[in-house]
């Protein structure tokens, strides 16, 4: 994702080429989700858990870039339940 940022509204990118990275996250963004409700119930190695928490961080730092790219955030609440403050 970081790697096409940079080109994301060039005329050189397809739009095809947009929508299937769009699709890609999405779906990305979903297991995203899905993990943070395994660590929710426990269900990861505390090595894992901590992992998560640095992705979601990292999620939350690039968020200017997703609304440039207008690629979905992850949930703000799923966020908010790994203790990941989220800017308006």
Do not use: K, Y
């Not at 790697?3 to 769009?22: E, G, M, N, Q, V």
């Not at 990305?28 to 899905?34: C, G």
């Not at 790219?69 to 203790?83: E, I, V």
């Amino acid at each position: 994702m970081l790697s096409c940022a940079s080109t994301w509204s060039d005329a050189a990118t397809a739009a095809d080429d947009r929508t299937a990275l769009r699709t890609e996250w999405a779906n990305i963004i979903d297991r995203f989700s899905l993990v943070v409700r395994a660590h929710e119930r426990g269900d990861l190695a505390p090595d894992t858990g901590a992992e998560l928490i640095e992705v979601a961080r990292l999620l939350e730092r690039l968020s200017p870039t997703l609304d440039a790219m207008q690629l979905r955030r992850p949930a703000a609440a799923d966020l908010q339940r790994l203790g990941i403050q989220v800017a308006a």
